[in-house]
């Protein structure tokens, strides 16, 4: 007898870092590695499962800005010229290990990898890796989601229904251009709710989210279920709720399988252990280490001292590991349903660029929870599209604001060290909804004035910007952006307001930040 199911959920997020203003730009690194380390990988694997009719089942978000990305000509481009490079940077390894029998078959395990993705992302994906996500869509092994247009934490906007409006409308719009068809999904950016998004995401058609423990056991009223089945909010609006047990499992720094001492150590790379000499012709800034992504030494353990990376040890463990996360699952999923009289499901949700890049072994275990499945006969794997469509009725309960951040609140993104940020934000959505409530039948070049106005403001209010710089890796960057989209803004708001438009600009400022090419500005006139 089944005793319930689980449904994995990757959400695949970049935030917009094209920039055509430069030959090289250190943080496209993001893009090409995510793509070397995660979404080339989970084709492959996608591919693997499918040649050996495993029932595989996934859902995955693929949020508006990194769509854009994977679909820039530009960025396709940058990218084959980055594999080449580290093709190029494996035959120096080869040539500078050729002696070294441990390290060597370490080197060779790269050049295999980029020689795989080159061949793959050119070839075989035609450089458009959207296009397999869409064949696996539409067999209906994977449910793709949408999300908020550029990553937006919507509670902190939630008195701004017009942006709120904003980054709902064109992550659906940029999603139906895609895929042909309407999201019925919708990625929380950081599993950020409010009560009475609900409201708002209905109105664009959108059926389901993912709402953290927290979140649901507060709600009004509290599930009967807990975190086991769905709940569905007064208006119809069904939110799955995260399970902690099994995301920690994975995702614990300290006792997350990812932090088992034998696989392979992220932080140490030779980009920073080799001579720059050597290593300079091989990173963006000939000056500036950074990751290269060849990296010889296993995790070990809180040491400088590390053991060397062995990939077949990597693999013994990647396999114990999944079938303990199958064994742990069936006995949760057994508790629950007994107390339940019904079968409970378990949602698990991830950032997927945890799997292969974050951690390297990441899709081998992906590979190998799906493999260890059949050994389960009475647990399956499922989507949330289809969890929504066997869900039933629903326990009514409205879930508390909360997010998954530190703390389960917006600490991450408001705190004295990016809270400057929102009294620019928040004026360009002002100064924004007065544009699109005095100019509300513009056509033409005014027009595309205006939608550009549109995207600035939404590129500002990305989650990323005040998450950099609170962390305080990439800051100066994050704060470039910001002020970036707050200066174009600020000239476009003052040309309309004064009548005159300088058309040139205006065109090099759209080639820059092309995202939403389909974007209507007058989303944004007044909610009142």
């Known amino acids: 007898m089944k005793i319930g199911s689980v449904a994995l959920v990757l959400n695949a997020h970049l935030p917009f870092v094209r920039q055509p ?29 499918e040649a050996d009719k495993i029932p595989w089942k996934l859902t995955m978000s693929l949020s508006p800005t990194l769509t854009a990305m994977l679909g ?41 990898l980029y020689r795989q993705n080159y061949e793959d992302f050119t070839v075989l994906h035609g450089r458009n ?28 906007y939630q008195s701004l229904p017009e942006t709120v409006a904003a980054q709902i409308e064109a992550g659906v719009v940029s999603f139906r251009s895609l895929f042909g068809r309407s999201p019925t999904g919708f990625w929380l950016p950081q599993l950020g709710w409010y009560p009475g998004l609900e409201q708002m995401l209905s109105a664009y058609g959108l059926q389901y989210t993912v709402v953290t423990t927290r979140s649901a056991l507060l709600g009004k009223p509290s599930p009967r279920y807990g975190s086991y089945a769905p709940v569905a909010c007064e208006n119809g609006f069904t939110c799955f709720v995260r399970d902690v047990e099994s995301t920690n499992a994975v995702w614990s720094e300290d006792t997350g399988y990812p932090s088992d001492p034998v696989y392979r150590e992220f932080y140490r790379d030779i980009g920073y252990d080799l001579p720059l000499d050597y290593i300079g012709p091989f990173i963006d800034l000939k000056q500036v280490r950074t990751f290269t992504g060849f990296k010889y030494w296993a995790i070990t353990g809180h040491t400088d ?46 950032d997927a660029e945890l799997f292969g890049h974050w951690w390297y072994e990441g899709v081998m275990w992906l590979e190998a929870v799906f493999r260890n499945a059949k050994n389960a006969p009475d647990m399956s794997f499922i989507t949330l599209a289809e969890a929504y469509r066997e869900s039933g009725d629903c326990c009514r309960s409205v879930p508390e604001f909360g997010s998954w951040g530190e703390d389960g609140f917006a600490g991450v993104w408001l705190d004295k060290s990016n809270d400057w940020l929102y009294r620019h934000t928040f004026k360009l959505v002002e100064r924004m909804t007065e544009l699109a409530d005095r100019f509300p039948d513009e056509s033409g070049l005014r027009e595309r004035v205006l939608n550009q106005a549109a995207r600035e403001t939404m590129l500002a209010q990305s989650a990323d910007w005040p998450f950099l710089l609170r962390a305080g890796k990439s800051g100066s960057f994050a704060r470039r952006q910001i002020e970036d989209a707050v200066t174009n803004f600020t000239r476009i708001y003052e040309m309309m ?32």
Not at 129 to 156: E, V, W
Not at 507 to 526: A, D, G, H, Q, W
Request: proline share 5%; aromatic share 14%.
């Open 21 to 49: 203003d430069y030959p090289q730009f250190l943080e496209e690194r993001w893009l090409f590695e995510s793509l070397s380390e995660c979404y080339l990988p989970l084709l492959r694997l996608f591919a693997r499962l």
């Open 129 to 156: 890796i959207l296009t397999a996500f869409n064949f696996y869509f539409k067999k209906g092994r994977l449910d793709l989601m949408t999300s908020a247009a550029t990553h937006a934490f919507l509670p902190l």
């Open 305 to 350: 001292n590390k053991h060397l990376y062995r990939p077949e040890k990597a693999a013994a463990k990647v396999n114990e590991h999944a079938e303990n996360f199958i064994y742990s699952r069936r006995r949760q999923l057994n508790k629950a349903s007994a107390y339940m009289r019904k079968q409970a499901l378990i949602v698990s949700p991830f």
């Open 497 to 528: 307001c004064a009548n005159t438009v300088g058309t040139e600009w205006v065109t090099r400022l759209e080639k820059r930040n092309n995202i939403f090419p389909l974007i209507n500005y007058r989303v944004f006139r007044s909610k009142n």
């Open 72 to 112: 820039d000509p530009l960025l396709q481009n940058r990218y084959i010229a980055w594999l080449s490079n580290q093709q190029e940077l494996a035959v120096r390894e080869m040539e500078r290990l050729a002696n070294d029998p441990e390290h060597l078959p370490l080197a060779q395990m790269y050049a295999d």
